[in-house]
């Protein structure tokens, strides 16, 4: 038995390994936490770029459940968030922007300079689409984006 560590080694590794988990489940809790307080700010939003949603692009979109994007890249949400809504046509990136935010997904860590937080978001939003200018479309006059009609199955 002389490979065999002695018991305060082994209790020591236990405790540092519980110790371990116990931050990784902090983290996380602080992350969700963050994730619903952002969903909360969202909705609470009254006067903000939301009051200039052209009225045909606010219509007939289907509700985001919650957490339904979560773990989600920003890409990946806001392709399946428009392929769930392609009969719809160009849809207002503030309506885009609310929705995956209801729905778990972090559209930024930090905020451009000299702008708002739902203005930075947006705008990661159209560049986010011009990015993938293969599958989405967007009109940065109109601040909407489509799924393009080849991408839609």
């Known amino acids: 038995m002389a490979n065999q560590q002695p018991l305060d080694d082994v209790l020591q590794s236990t405790v540092d390994s519980l110790r371990n988990k116990q931050a990784a489940i902090k983290e996380e809790c602080r992350a969700q936490v963050a994730r619903l307080e952002r969903m ?11 009051a200039q949603v052209p009225a045909a692009s606010s219509n007939k979109v289907p509700p985001v459940r919650p957490g ?12 399946e968030y428009l392929r769930e809504r392609s009969g719809l046509g160009p849809i207002h990136v503030s309506k885009i922007r609310k929705d995956l935010l ?13 702008m708002s937080r739902a203005k930075s978001e947006e705008a990661t939003l159209l560049t986010t689409a011009h990015n993938h200018s ?20």
Do not use: P
Not at 68 to 79: H, I, Y
Not at 102 to 114: F, H, K
């Open 68 to 79: 339904q994007f979560n773990g989600m890249e920003k890409f990946a949400a806001l392709f």
């Open 102 to 114: 209801a729905g778990g997904v972090t559209l930024s860590e930090s905020v451009r300079r000299g």
């Open 134 to 153: 293969e599958v989405l479309g967007r009109d940065k006059k109109t601040r909407t984006i489509w799924l393009k009609s080849a991408a839609r199955h």
């Open 40 to 50: 909360i700010q969202v909705l609470l939003e009254g006067d903000d770029s939301s």
